[in-house]
């Protein structure tokens, strides 16, 4: 997943000494590769494993492993804790937050709230931060500089005022951790490929930020398919771009039924309008007795023609 990866600071080589320090307890098991051998030998790992920790996915992932075993839990991780709970993480979120981001029980905590306090500078509140805290584990190992970049960045490549950035963000945080790469491609490919225009662009973007981070593969094909098999207008896909998040073969069943019954209409000026939201939107059911005009059993026997 392309959110899901840390910080380098998360990832730096320990040096000799903690290694030998690690290596230096009598008590634990050597020949072990699994956390769960040390569990006995570990206060901090059995309180973590009381939390909700799940050792089995803490261990894939780099040198997590060796971090929690050098923390003390009275002295290390209790603070971190306490600081999450601050920041607004349910208790029962504990566990799986810290299994996919084990690296912050390592943070210093002085750091950590200082970027709290940055975001709350930011005007974001509470229930905002512990939101985006929630969907995006990783956030809090990011500096105050990197946030700062990013908000600067959704701001200016998008056009947006600053309370509309941050709304941005609240909706898919992720966006202050992912790579810039994926983004940055997308926003060219929109406008170089798919021939939308740069509002245009900032418009989708802000009504569906995951378009952001979509795959380009699959946002072409869905694209190609609207605009060029179904006729949709650049225009109609800015007013509904909720569309791109739609699996195609869904957009593909659900426009050639409607063809098949010659309702295909997709132009807002004509009397039997259908509007992409509707199109893509509904359940089944719904799509079928209100759209179509049509039964379920109908557009099923239909699918098996396809």
């Known amino acids: 997943d392309w959110d899901d990866i840390p910080p380098s600071s998360a990832l730096q080589e320990i040096s000799e000494e903690e290694a030998v320090q690690i290596?230096?307890?009598?008590?634990?098991?050597?020949?072990?590769?699994?956390?769960?051998?040390?569990?006995?030998?570990?206060?901090?790992?059995?309180?973590?494993?009381?939390?909700?920790?799940?050792?089995?996915?803490?261990?894939?992932?780099?040198?997590?492993?060796?971090?929690l075993l050098t923390l003390d839990f009275e002295k290390d991780v209790r603070k971190i804790l306490l600081f999450l709970k601050d920041v607004g993480v349910e208790d029962n979120q504990l566990g799986p937050f810290l299994t996919k981001n084990p690296y912050i029980l390592g943070e210093d905590l002085e750091a950590l709230e200082t970027r709290v306090a940055y975001l709350k500078s930011k005007k974001f509140g509470k229930a905002e931060i512990a939101q985006m805290v929630s969907r995006a584990p990783y956030l809090l190992l990011f500096s105050v500089e990197r946030l700062?970049?990013?908000?600067?960045?959704?701001?200016?490549?998008?056009?947006?005022?600053?309370?509309?950035?941050?709304?941005?963000?609240?909706?898919?945080?992720?966006?202050?951790?992912?790579?810039?790469?994926?983004?940055?491609?997308?926003?060219?490919?929109?406008?170089?490929?798919?021939?939308?225009?740069?509002?245009?662009?900032?418009?989708?973007?802000?009504?569906t930020p995951k378009i952001l981070t979509a795959s380009k593969k699959r946002l072409k094909q869905t694209f190609d398919y609207l605009h060029n098999v179904m006729g949709i207008p650049h225009n109609m896909l800015t007013r509904f771009p909720q569309v791109f998040n739609s699996k195609l073969l869904r957009i593909k069943e659900r426009h050639m039924f409607l063809k098949f019954l010659g309702k295909a209409q997709y132009d807002p000026v004509q009397p039997s309008y259908i509007s992409l939201d509707q199109l893509v939107s509904l359940p089944d059911e719904v799509f079928c007795t209100e759209i179509a005009k049509a039964s379920i059993q109908d557009f099923q026997k239909f699918l098996k023609t396809l």
Do not use: M, W
């Open 23 to 67: 290596i230096a307890e009598p008590l634990l098991p050597l020949q072990s590769s699994t956390l769960r051998d040390y569990v006995d030998h570990s206060e901090t790992l059995t309180k973590l494993v009381h939390l909700g920790v799940d050792l089995s996915q803490v261990e894939k992932r780099q040198k997590a492993g060796q971090l």
């Open 148 to 207: 700062d970049n990013r908000l600067g960045f959704f701001k200016n490549e998008l056009g947006l005022s600053v309370k509309k950035t941050k709304d941005l963000v609240i909706r898919l945080p992720r966006l202050l951790t992912g790579k810039l790469e994926p983004v940055k491609e997308n926003l060219e490919v929109c406008q170089s490929e798919l021939g939308f225009q740069r509002n245009e662009v900032q418009q989708i973007a802000f009504k």
